[in-house]
Structure formats: structure tokens, C-alpha cells
């Protein structure tokens, strides 16, 4: 990559990163303030969108069942908070825990197929555990789900910082998503984030070659719950409640469309896609029952017209247009670009 | 030296019906470059994938410098120190070409940091500089592997193979697809790297065998028809019989055997 090309999209890193610190003040002077909660909403499932990704997008393996992660994250915090009695940060992280956990032993099974019979058995899994989630009532609250009053997030001196501050709310979960996306940057520029690419490219290669190809899926899988159970944590947060129905498949998918539609493979395509998604969801419900129609022929669309995603298709153009301009663009791959 | 690196016992791989190798017994002495020939379908590509754990073997065994290899994954007989190219060229094709030699490399290691960016690992880049040189691809550092052509693919394969440092090198049919150019160049690259690393190559260009191999065996239907030094190999009746209806081959035989 270029320096020319590596300094724009820096830039636009730099540029992306203050506007949304700078939501809490500008979105309510220029819009309204229930967009700051949209927008604090879609950072959490761009998380999700991403567990997604690393899956798929690094590794090659396209799980219908992150949802069941999402879950145990939910669930941790909620159980941990309501029956349990823990404050924030044990809640916290029982809810991480619960789902790295559930996603180490399902990942056990899984990871052993590839193609459609691995996206076939995580649904299984996320499916077995729906179910179980909605006739256990008692302990989940079914489709109900579970309540609770959310305890401070800390108090230091004088000062308490909780949720129930919009403007705290909104860093809070700024400052865990963005610490997450940072995290998984760091794997994917690492020897270990080049195995996962090198596993999806040419999977009897990379064995050939000395790696462990069940260990490393088995790895990925992990970190991948590890993502989705801190949304799925983030998310019982924001609501102040845990419900099966957010195990349910459907929840899966939509995640699977996110990070297609922004762009398997980079890191910024799933909250891209998300944020795309969500928006549209925000704007046209509002006004139509059927936006999910708009939804499925956007997806369609661009599945066909940018197999690579939005991302990947930004990436090309920018490239392209840097090789015109004679700065000599050798594109490096994909994977290194964010 | 007459140290065995690699011996083969009874070694049998059958597909369905098909036997692909059939009780096939093999010495490759150290030291010695040992090169299989043999009509297509003789099963070669077969013995590889039995040797490299990509297929179980039905019955026999193979033993590496006297350790029983038989049954270990391809990862670990990888990590062992026995490396392979492949004959349908097979590489990481979204990876740029120092991106393939890198992971190779750490693979080897058995050692992925899952947080230290790979550019500031100055030993293995250092590593992939000096073996872009070697395999002369390093105006191409930079390209996606899968953008490479034929044959600088199968360069890269090999500098794949080289940068794990091999004890044991199997190479597919190197040279296939590559121009008489890259072929001279390769046949060079080998000859040096048998200096230092006992290698097993498949070849079917007759002019290569008989340049580089100090042994050869031929293989017909998954059998050991016969091992032996060049001179011996190009007066053998057999093999004659088992290239017959491949008159160019016959020819390169009977060539190599006056040359
Ligand atoms: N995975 C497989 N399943 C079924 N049959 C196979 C498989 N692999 C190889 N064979 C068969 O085994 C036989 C030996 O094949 P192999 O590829 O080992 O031959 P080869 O000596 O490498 O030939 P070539 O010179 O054409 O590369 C062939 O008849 C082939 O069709
Ligand atoms: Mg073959």
C-alpha cells in the first residue's frame, strides 16, 4: 500500500472516530436525541455484524448461529444482575464469560466441518439452546425475558457514572466497541490473524505447512463469541433486558447480511452494513410495514453488483483511482486494509 | 552414507476399487536426490499424499530417520520437518506473495503471536526478503499470489518450501507449466538445494530426471517396479515396457542413456 492511500484512509479513520465522539453534541442539535440512542444501538450490532465477519471474512466459516452467543451474553448479564444480585462489572463479565464458554464447546463440534454443514450445525446448536431458553422459563423469562434495574457502572468520589446518563450510556458503549474493533485489528495484523486468511484461502495448504487448522478455526470461534457476547452483553445494558427471542435464527441472519453487505473481510464492513441496515429500518418503518422488502432487494443488489461489499467496493475504487493519479498503487491483499 | 531418510513398507492405499499404491517398498537413501517416475496415473501424486498425511494409508507404514510417521496429521508430519509442493499448484491466492512465505515461515515456528503486528518481526522479514531473492520474485513481493502466473506460482511454491526449512523436500512435477527458462532456472535451484536437504521429486520431463537424480524409481500401477541409478534405470527392459505407447519419453530415455 502506498503512503497516499494508507494517509486517506487514516484520515477518514481519524475523521470517523471524532464524529462519533462528537454525537452526543451534534446529533440532538441537528436531528433529535433519540438518534443518539439509534446510533449507540447500531455500534452494538456492528459488534455483532463483526463476530460474524471474523468468521466468515478471515477465516471462511459462515455461522448462522451468533446469535446464541449474543444470548449468552445477554443472559449473563441479566441472570447475573436480577437472580444473581451482582452489580455492573461482575455481571459484565459473566455475561463474556457465559458466551466464550458456550462457544468453546460448541465450537469443539463445529469447527470439525466446513462449508454448509458447518453453517448448518451452529443454527442446530443456536436453535437446541432457543428452545431451551423459551420453555425454561423460569429462569429466562421465555419470550418475555428478563427485567432488571441496572445497577451504577462505577462511582468514584462524588461522581456516579450509570446508564441512566444517556451521554455516559453512549461512551460506555463507544469506548467497548471501539476497544473490541481495536483488539481484533491487532489479530488480524498479527501471525495469527495471516494463519486465519491463509486457513480460508487453501485450508489443505495451510495444514501442509504446519498448521493446526482445527486449533485455529477452534481459536476464531472463540474470539468470534467472545465478540458477540460482549454485544450480546452491551445490548442487555442498553435495554435493561434479556429475551430469548434475541437467540432466535432470524437474529443470526440479519448479522450475516450486515457484514456481507458491508464487506466480508474488512474490518470497518460490518458496521457499515449495519449502519446501513438500521438506518433504513429507523427512517422507512416508520412510514412502511414492509421495509424488510427494502432490505432483501439492497442485499440482493449489492451481493451482485459488489461481491466484495460495500467496503471491498470502496477499496477497489480507491485504488484504482490512486493508480491513476501515477502514485504507484500495488494493492497489496485485502485483509490489510481496514 | 547409506543412512535411509525415508522407508517405506508395504505401503497401500486403495480408492474403492482402484489400488493407487500397492504395497509399494521404497529406501531414499540421505543425501541422495531420488527422483519417481512413471506413467500417469502410477499413483506418485498418491505416494506423496500418503507421505504428507493427506490420505491414511490401508495398510504399511512409513518411517522418517527411523521415527514411525504413519497416521500422524499433515500438520504434524509438516512440523517434523518433511515439506511438499503440490502438482496442481496450490497456494494462498489472496495473500501477497511475502504474505505466503511469511505465514509459511510462522507456521513452521509453530509460534502466532495473536497481537504483535507481523511487519515489526524483523527476524522473519529479513527470512522472506532473503528467500524472495533466492526464488526471484522479489519484484513481486507485493502481488496477490492468486494474480501470479503459472509459473511463478510454482516458484513460489517452492521458495514456500524452502523458507520452513525442510529436512525432507517432496516435490510434485516442479517444473511443469514453467517456461524452458523458469525449468533451468528451478533444475539449478534444486541441484543447490540437494546439497543441504534430501529431496524426492516427481518429474515427468526425462531431460530433468536424468540431469539431476543420483537415484530413481520407477512406479507403475502403485508398484515399486524398479529403483536404481540412472544408467541402470535407462537399460532396463521393464522400463521400457512401461513407457511403451509414450514414444517421446521412450526417446528421452534412450537419449539421456547416450548423453
Ligand atoms: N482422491 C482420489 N479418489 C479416487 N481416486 C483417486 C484419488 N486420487 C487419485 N486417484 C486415482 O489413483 C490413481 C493414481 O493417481 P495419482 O494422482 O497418484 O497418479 P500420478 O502417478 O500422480 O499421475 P500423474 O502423472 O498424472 O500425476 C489414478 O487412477 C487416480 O485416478
Ligand atoms: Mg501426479
Known amino acids: ?338 | 552414507m547409506t543412512e535411509s531418510v525415508l522407508l517405506v513398507e508395504g505401503l497401500t492405499k486403495r480408492f474403492g476399487g482402484l489400488t493407487a499404491v500397492n504395497k509399494l517398498n521404497l529406501s531414499i537413501t540421505s543425501g541422495r536426490l531420488h527422483a519417481i517416475i512413471g506413467p500417469n496415473g502410477a499413483g506418485k501424486t498418491t505416494f506423496f499424499n500418503l507421505i504428507s498425511g493427506l490420505y491414511t494409508a490401508d495398510s504399511g507404514r512409513v518411517l522418517f530417520k527411523g521415527r514411525n510417521i504413519t497416521g500422524l496429521k499433515p500438520y504434524e508430519i509438516s512440523r517434523i520437518g518433511i515439506k511438499r509442493t503440490m502438482q496442481i499448484k496450490s497456494v494462498f491466492p489472496q495473500l501477497s506473495v511475502s504474505e505466503n512465505l511469511w505465514v509459511t515461515r510462522n507456521a513452521t515456528n509453530g509460534v502466532l503471536h495473536p497481537f504483535r503486528s507481523a511487519s515489526s518481526d524483523h527476524a522473519t522479514r529479513e527470512r522472506v526478503e532473503f528467500t524472495l531473492e533466492q526464488i526471484g520474485l522479489t519484484p513481486l513481493a507485493n502481488r496477490a499470489a492468486g494474480t501470479l502466473s503459472y509459473g511463478d506460482v510454482a516458484l513460489l511454491e517452492i521458495g514456500m518450501a524452502l523458507i520452513s526449512d525442510p529436512q525432507l523436500l517432496l516435490l510434485d512435477e516442479p517444473t511443469c507449466g514453467m517456461s524452458p527458462a523458469e525449468t533451468a532456472r528451478t533444475v539449478d535451484k534444486i541441484k543447490i538445494l540437494a546439497q543441504t536437504i534430501d529431496i524426492v521429486i516427481i518429474e515427468h520431463d526425462m531431460e530433468v530426471v536424468f540431469e539431476i537424480a543420483d537415484d530413481i524409481t520407477v512406479m507403475t500401477q502403485g508398484e515399486n517396479l524398479v529403483s536404481g541409478s540412472p544408467a541402470e534405470i535407462s537399460g532396463d527392459e521393464r522400463v521400457r515396457e512401461a513407457y511403451l505407447g509414450r514414444p517421446e519419453d521412450e526417446d528421452y530415455v534412450e537419449e539421456a542413456a547416450h548423453a
Open chain 1, 1 to 338: 500500500m502506498t503512503m497516499s492511500l494508507m494517509m486517506i484512509r487514516r484520515a477518514m479513520l481519524i475523521a470517523f472516530i471524532v464524529a462519533l465522539i462528537a454525537v452526543p453534541w451534534i446529533v440532538p442539535a441537528l436531528i433529535n436525541k433519540f438518534w443518539v440512542s439509534v446510533i449507540a444501538e447500531i455500534m452494538i450490532w456492528s459488534l455483532f455484524a463483526a463476530s460474524v465477519n471474523l468468521l466468515f471474512g478471515y477465516v471462511g466459516l459462515l455461522s448462522f448461529g451468533q446469535a446464541l452467543y449474543f444470548g449468552f451474553g445477554m443472559y449473563g448479564v441479566a441472570i447475573g444482575i436480577s437472580t444473581l444480585g451482582l452489580s455492573f462489572w461482575p455481571a459484565f463479565g459473566l455475561g463474556i464469560i457465559a458466551s466464550v464458554a458456550i462457544a468453546f464447546v460448541a465450537g469443539i463440534f463445529a469447527v470439525r466441518l466446513t462449508w454448509h454443514y458447518f453453517a448448518i450445525i451452529t443454527v442446530v446448536f443456536s436453535l437446541i439452546f432457543y428452545f431451551f431458553a423459551v420453555s425454561v422459563k423460569a429462569v429466562t423469562g421465555g419470550d418475555d425475558g428478563i427485567n432488571f434495574t441496572l445497577p451504577p457502572t462505577f462511582s468514584f468520589g462524588g461522581y456516579t457514572g450509570s446508564f441512566s446518563n444517556e451521554t455516559f450510556q453512549y461512551f460506555f458503549i463507544f469506548a467497548a466497541v471501539a476497544f473490541c474493533f481495536f483488539l481484533m485489528h491487532r489479530v488480524i495484523q498479527s501471525p495469527l490473524g495471516k494463519a486465519f486468511v491463509a486457513i480460508r484461502d487453501n485450508d489443505t495448504r495451510a495444514e501442509l505447512i504446519g498448521l493446526n487448522v482445527y486449533q485455529l478455526r477452534l481459536i476464531a470461534f472463540v474470539m468470534s463469541g467472545f465478540l458477540a457476547g460482549v454485544s450480546g452483553a452491551l445490548f442487555a445494558f442498553f435495554g435493561r433486558y434479556a429475551s430469548a427471542s434475541y437467540m432466535f435464527y432470524h437474529v443470526s441472519g440479519e448479522a450475516v447480511v450486515w457484514a456481507i453487505v458491508g464487506g466480508a473481510g474488512t474490518l470497518l464492513g460490518p458496521i457499515v452494513g449495519t449502519t446501513l441496515f438500521i438506518v433504513i429500518r429507523e427512517v422507512v418503518s416508520t412510514h412502511w410495514e414492509h421495509h424488510s422488502l427494502i432490505v432483501g432487494v439492497m442485499a440482493i443488489l449489492v451481493v451482485i453488483l459488489a461481491p466484495t461489499g460495500l467496503v471491498g467496493l470502496w477499496n477497489e475504487r480507491l485504488a484504482r483511482w490512486s493508480a491513476r493519479e501515477k502514485v504507484p498503487a500495488t494493492r497489496t491483499s485485502l485483509q490489510s486494509e481496514p
